[in-house]
């Protein structure tokens, strides 16, 4: 059994201006649901003050309005509960986890897409999750917020494109249930 794996970005509400900045979350979508039902999320929050959690949440991925798109990274080979079970393991904290090359540059610390894409990275060494993603994080983590960004643009000046090109790349925007999604 394998099921749709999507990473869910959201404007950032530490950096609300910069339209390349994301906080990302995981989405796993269970056979035969849609986008638009409720399914269950998992993302770390972090807060002034306050030590990184752990949220998993059963939601619609629309309903907040901070919500720019879905990236289709291809399928997990793991249950629901197994999903979970994987996901909840993860530290929250970066640990022994280098930090991206881009965050460094950038003064950042630890976070969400960081500790998204050490999840990736286990699974996909588990060979749970059955998708090409590239040995480089940074790699990865630019093609992301790339098409996040090119959505976010799409979205903000209320666009009618059914492409998006990234990094020379042109992929069809999917609206499965008016659930704005694009492939990595």
């Known amino acids: 059994m394998s099921s749709p794996l ?23 979508l269970p056979k035969g649901e849609s ?12 807060r002034p003050n306050v030590p990184c959690q752990t949220s998993h949440t059963s939601t619609n991925l629309t309903k907040l309005g901070a919500f720019v798109t879905c990236v289709y990274i291809g399928h997990v080979r793991l ?13 929250t904290e970066k640990g ?10 950038q003064g950042r610390g630890w976070s969400c897409a960081q500790w998204i894409i050490r999840t990736l990275q286990d699974e996909f060494v588990a060979k749970d999750l059955m998708v090409l993603t590239p040995s480089d994080s940074n ?3 630019i093609r992301v917020c790339g098409l996040g960004q090119a959505m976010r643009r799409i979205l903000d000046d209320d666009l009618d494109d059914e492409s998006v090109t990234v990094g020379g790349i042109t992929r069809e925007i999917k609206s499965p249930n008016g659930v704005p999604s694009v492939d990595i």
């Open 6 to 28: 999507y990473l869910a970005l959201y404007k950032s509400r530490s950096y609300p201006d910069d339209t390349d900045k994301f906080h990302w979350a995981r989405a796993p």
């Open 35 to 46: 986008l638009n039902a409720k399914i269950q999320v998992y993302q770390i929050i972090s």
């Open 79 to 91: 249950t629901p509960e197994a999903i979970k079970l994987a996901v909840t393991k993860q530290p």
């Open 96 to 105: 022994d986890t280098p930090l991206l090359p881009m965050h460094q540059a």
């Open 139 to 141: 790699d990865f983590y």
